[in-house]
């Protein structure tokens, strides 16, 4: 059930772009998007929706296709803030309990 | 930053030995989960509640037991600690109306 990330790692170099893809074997009600700086928790980027609906914090924009039932960071014009390990966490159930199953990661270097 | 710390945020304990580890908020958030991270794991849900004295099981769940006697306090515990549960441990909290999981500190277990 555990999502599959791809890349499993990737470098940029400041400004460069990035896209970090997501994969399911089962429907889903929602994707969410996480980043993890070494050493430190995971913060919430953003959730995508079942028929469109986006909410989130940053600058970072994401696809949901619900048929395929995959998902996509976009990291556009990367800066070094952007550095860390990226996860999908996906709801499987839907309901309100928020209950995910997160993927391996994606881990993203942005060099100067 | 959400009020939600853990306690301890080190241990090392032999194995078969009890170990609990605490999950205090202060947001009064009615979803509580506990997840362990391992590499090439990414994490992965132990065990869940939705409120007090209401919990269940995640993906990881064996070997592992909680209880939530009070809205602010989660506690996960090792009934009899193996080496195959060094890991570090996350707590998150979620609210009602929000997609949004807040991660603790963490607590770095080792079993030797």
């Known amino acids: 059930q555990q999502p599959v990330q791809s890349p499993q790692a990737v470098i940029l170099r400041e400004g460069e772009d990035a896209v970090i893809n997501c994969s399911s074997s089962?429907?889903?009600?929602?994707v969410h998007w996480y980043r993890q700086k070494h050493g430190e928790a995971p913060v919430f980027l953003m959730i995508?929706?079942?028929?469109?609906e986006q909410k989130g914090h940053e600058k970072i924009s994401a696809s949901f296709n619900e048929k395929k039932q995959q998902s996509s960071l976009y990291l556009t014009a990367s800066q070094l803030s952007y550095s860390g390990t990226y996860f999908c966490?996906?709801?499987?159930?839907?309901?309100?309990?928020?209950?995910?199953?997160f993927g391996t990661g994606t881990l993203l270097a942005v060099q100067p | 930053d959400a009020g939600i710390t853990q306690s301890p945020r080190h241990k090392v304990t032999e194995t078969g030995t009890p170990v609990t580890l605490r999950c205090h908020q202060t947001?009064?958030?009615?979803?509580m989960y506990w997840y362990r991270q391992d590499p090439g794991h990414g994490l992965r849900l132990i065990h869940y509640?939705?409120?007090?004295?209401?919990?269940d099981k995640g993906e990881v769940s064996d070997g592992y037991s909680v209880s939530r006697s009070k809205t602010e306090d989660f506690l996960l515990t090792l009934e009899s600690a193996t080496s195959s549960q060094t890991s570090v441990y996350f707590c998150?909290?979620?609210?009602?109306?929000?997609?949004?999981?807040?991660f603790g500190p963490g607590t770095r277990l080792t079993v030797t």
């Open positions: 998150a909290i979620s609210a009602t109306d929000s997609y949004e999981q807040y």
């Open positions: 089962k429907a889903l009600y929602s």
């Open positions: 995508l929706l079942k028929g469109g």
């Open positions: 966490g996906t709801d499987i159930w839907g309901g309100a309990t928020n209950k995910l199953i």
């Open positions: 947001e009064n958030h009615r979803y």
């Open positions: 509640s939705y409120g007090v004295k209401d919990t």
